[in-house]
């Protein structure tokens, strides 16, 4: 059972004539199967738009903090503070995580769920910028990222595939994907060649004694060439 989200409005200091704006953000999709209005009414389309001002305002704080990185480093630095774990985290940070309403087919906890406290996340930023416009939307996110991002390092991923898909989906929807160019004998044994694509673009190559490390590979390549600059 979900707290009232006057409770949470009052705890951030959050004073607002349009309470069911901060309801909206926090419904998930599986309380219409419950909802009597016969509206659609749930996060989604308000976590469309704090997906973008999130983007923003993190880019911007990557890029006045950080003047000694290049727009490859920039891009890097900002995909780790805009990750499912990341905001997530953000989003339990908050407390969010207590107020959100589902319906009886979402058995889980919500706060057991990175990606779903991910999505409440965006959608209550998307909520508070409606409710009481950018300035406010930007300091909120600035008190939460500000000091995280002024102290960020880049990463040595450990998952280049999945550190690549990030890079790519804070801009795009689409997924990266891995095709096999070739097979080699060796005397050390067979390897095998993929290339990293974006659509139809190469974004890299790799050779491995198994496809998974040949993709690993390859995505460690687009990431050392910063390939996908030329995308953006």
Known sequence: MSRPIK????????????????????????????????????????EFLGDSLVGFVVGQLCYRLHPEMSEGDLSVLKSQFIRTEFEGGLGLELGLGDYVQVGPSYTADPKKSLSLMEDIFESFTGALYLDKGFDVANE?????????????????????????????????????????????????????????????????????????EAEQNAARDALAKKAYIGLK
Not at 16 to 23: D, F, M, R
Not at 27 to 40: P, R, V, Y
């Open 140 to 212: 909120f996110l600035i008190s939460l990222y500000y000091e995280r991002i002024k102290n960020g390092k880049i990463e040595v991923s450990e998952n280049p595939k999945s550190e690549l898909q990030e890079l790519l989906q804070a801009d795009y929807k689409q997924a990266v994907t891995y095709r096999l160019i070739d097979e080699e004998d060796h005397a050390d044994g067979h390897y095998f060649v993929m290339g990293a694509y974006f659509e139809n673009f190469e974004l890299g190559e790799g050779k491995g004694k198994s496809k998974k």
């Open 7 to 46: 409770e949470l409005l009052t705890k951030m200091g959050i004073k607002t004539q349009n309470e069911t704006l901060y309801e909206e953000a926090l419904t998930h999709s599986s309380h219409n199967a419950i909802n009597t209005s016969g509206q659609h009414f749930d996060y989604e389309r308000l």
